[in-house]
């Protein structure tokens, strides 16, 4: 299995070799997997809260409509919209993939969840943005908290994924600390753990890829 060592030796190399740009650049961590089969349906979507924060924060959108729509924008969440209007936006196909586009995660009131499914399912599943379902009395401010310092990791029809771990001004142990809480969450989620890995490598947003390490080579 790789060591925590090269994985850090990546993501500093992967910030030294890029060059300077006007933007700041993301960190990408990506994993290729190997003896799985995504034929025959496995996949992963899995949502990985990062113990560092990144400069910017995922965006999130609550439907929620009386008292838990008002704690919802309370605590500053990105967008908070209620039943009827999800139903508004579920016809009108175009204004349905630009919410769910704009949006990392969604949390739902459970009384809304049946009207979110029939009206933006067709949207929200594919891109494996189902909502979260958020019960009577949720605890709205720490559940958005999480979720902010949270990022999505999806696996479907492929043997490789990417995802942002931070940008390029994070200090490299805040990237390490984030690389190795997706690495465990997915390791959790594969048939074999670590046995499936077969490369894990690291790059910036107009970097090169750096050299692939192999788990367990030296």
């Known amino acids: 299995m790789i060591t925590e060592s090269q994985i850090a030796q990546m993501i500093t190399d992967a910030k030294k070799n890029t060059k300077e740009r006007k933007f700041k650049q993301a960190v990408e961590l990506i994993m290729v997997f190997r003896d799985i089969d995504v034929k ?8 990985v809260q990062l113990p560092k924060k990144m400069n ?5 959108c609550v439907i929620a409509s009386g008292d838990l729509g008002i704690k919802a924008k309370g605590a500053n969440a990105d967008l908070v919209v209620d039943s009827a209007q999800v139903t508004q936006m579920g016809s009108n196909k175009r204004e349905s993939r630009k ?7 969604f949390l739902a009131d459970t009384s809304v969840m049946a009207n979110v499914g029939k009206t933006l399912g067709q949207f929200m599943g ?3 943005k189902m909502p979260t379902p958020l019960p009577f009395n949720a605890p709205i401010e720490s559940i958005l908290d999480r979720f902010r310092s949270s990022i999505r990791v999806r696996l479907k029809n492929s043997l490789s994924l990417a ?10 142990e805040d990237l390490l600390a984030n690389a190795n809480a997706v690495i465990s969450t997915i390791e959790k989620k594969l048939p074999s753990g670590d046995k499936n890995i077969k490369k894990i490598m690291i790059k910036t947003s107009m970097g090169k890829i750096v050299k692939p390490i192999q788990p367990g080579t030296k």
């Open 99 to 105: 919410l769910i586009n704009g949006y990392d995660f």
């Open 40 to 47: 025959k349906g496995f996949a992963i979507n899995a949502t």
């Open 163 to 172: 995802c942002k771990i931070g940008d390029e001004t994070m200090s490299d």
């Open 126 to 128: 594919p891109r494996g």
């Open 56 to 60: 910017k924060s995922s965006a999130i």
